[in-house]
């Protein structure tokens, strides 16, 4: 149980605002009804007097606190809500199917539910979701030389100039040769920290965030901009490969990715550092200063913590494994909480993971 009343008066205002960014890295237990639930449990909120703090589930479990049912705080904590990951679940399915508004009914789903709830959770209503994931399918297919008009068919569109429409709305204009297509998959990955978002084609991983990071649409639009590519909703080999390697890093596993990444984005000075981050191991830390002087610069620190912001590989590049010179933690873009949570999880499970 945690007894600093510095760090209980701040957990308690993160419980209060259900602050998303510290998913996993605490749990409150509620002396009046005997609960723990997680921070972002839609719950009313307990007083402050009535709540104590515990870094894991299992202690909470262990002060004889039962979980909570709405928040499921033993289970892998997820923003999606149950209608849709409902509605997720019927795109894949069939995904080339057109949906309209009375299809719903046999979902038992009003269409004002699914506009509302997928806009709150993606930025789009479900019907453009659907859509991106149809002209995803057709992008694949252009790209291996498929003809333009049973790309349209096999995608659901009866009409040429509806697929052309949408084809433009995605892309900014409609291709005129296959090699005019480029086509990046996104995929929404579940974590004890909470979800994350991962773009990939089908060679390398771009992007892989946490869905809560400031400024993680301005990301994507300028990623889709700066390679003239469409990012649609989906999964590949890349994708499914640092879905399982972030599985295992959360099991304690294994704290090192194998998935090939993109490493051509930012300056040479940013590359340097990125690949410098790479080569601290587990369960180990280094200071912006330090790390400016293996870039052969000890006076660039400052450059050295621009190029860890700008770094779009959270936890495959360990940005978080940086640390001020005085021991201090530093920025983060994920949350500051969530690098405090990386560190203290690698430093447990590192050998382990090497054994494993």
Sequence with gaps: MIHDQKMIDHYYSMLVEKNSSYEGT????????????????????????????????????????????????LSTPSTLSPEVKKLVAAIEENPQRKWTDNDFDELSITAHTARRQFK?????TFIEY????RLGMAFQHIRNGKPLIYTQLDSGYESGNGFRD????????????????????????????????????????????FVDRRGLEKELENLRAKHAAAIVPGTNSVLEQIERE??????????????PIYMDAGSEFQRNVWRLLREIPPGETISYKELAVRAGNPKAYRAVARANGANQLCIVIPCHRVIASDGGLGGYGGGIQRKAWLLEWEREHAEAAVKY
């Design 246 to 259: 972030l599985n295992d890093y959360f099991a304690g596993k294994c704290l090192t990715f194998e998935t």
């Design 166 to 209: 949408a084809f433009a709305k995605t892309m900014g204009a409609v291709p005129k040769k296959n090699r005019d297509i480029r086509l990046f998959t996104a995929k929404w990955i579940e974590t004890k920290l909470g979800p994350m978002v991962a773009v990939a084609d089908e060679e390398v991983l771009y992007l892989v965030e």
């Design 120 to 124: 709150k959770q993606f930025g789009m």
């Design 130 to 133: 659907a859509r991106s994931r």
């Design 26 to 73: 605490f749990f409150v237990g509620v002396k009046t009804t005997g609960i723990f639930c997680r921070p972002t449990c839609p719950a009313k909120k307990p007083l402050k007097e009535n709540c104590e703090f515990f870094k894991t589930a299992q202690e909470a479990a262990l002060a004889s606190y039962r979980p909570c049912k709405r928040c499921h705080p």
